[in-house]
């Protein structure tokens, strides 16, 4: 019973994010959901990608401030800030990657996770 509490609150926070990630217009937004993969390190990524530093460090700001209000939930690890070109935001269940376009070709996160479902969403 507890197991679906907290699925459903990860479920809820990659909602979140990619509500964050649209305010923001990030580009080819996809939700791997990893919950039934046996070594899976989190229930969902979240990935996007923007064409500038700028945009990136806007679209991270974005999912954190929808995040916090609705949840009162700070990421527990924030990777890549400084640079801009690829920023992970980690809310344990929920990690979320937000590339600079070409980072996010180069590193092909997707292609790692290749039995993960996943969902597509339309930018705003």
């Not at 939700?31 to 969902?44: A, E, G, K, Q, T």
């Not at 609705?70 to 590339?99: C, M, N, S």
Request: hydrophobic share 40%; glycine share 6%.
């Amino acid at each position: 019973m507890v197991k679906n509490k907290v699925l459903n609150q990860s479920t809820y926070i990659s909602e979140l994010a990619i509500h964050g990630i649209q305010e923001k217009k990030g580009n080819d937004i996809v939700r791997l959901d990893l919950r039934n993969i046996f070594s899976s390190v989190s229930d969902y990524f979240v990935i996007c990608h923007a064409d500038s530093t700028t945009q990136v460090k806007a679209i991270a700001g974005s999912i954190e401030d929808e995040i916090f209000k609705a949840t009162q939930v700070e990421p527990w690890r924030k990777e890549g800030l400084e640079y801009g070109e690829w920023i992970l935001l980690d809310y344990v269940d929920v990690v979320v990657h937000v590339f600079r376009t070409d980072k996010r070709e180069f590193y092909g996160v997707e292609d790692l996770w290749g039995d993960a479902e996943i969902k597509y969403y339309k930018s705003a």
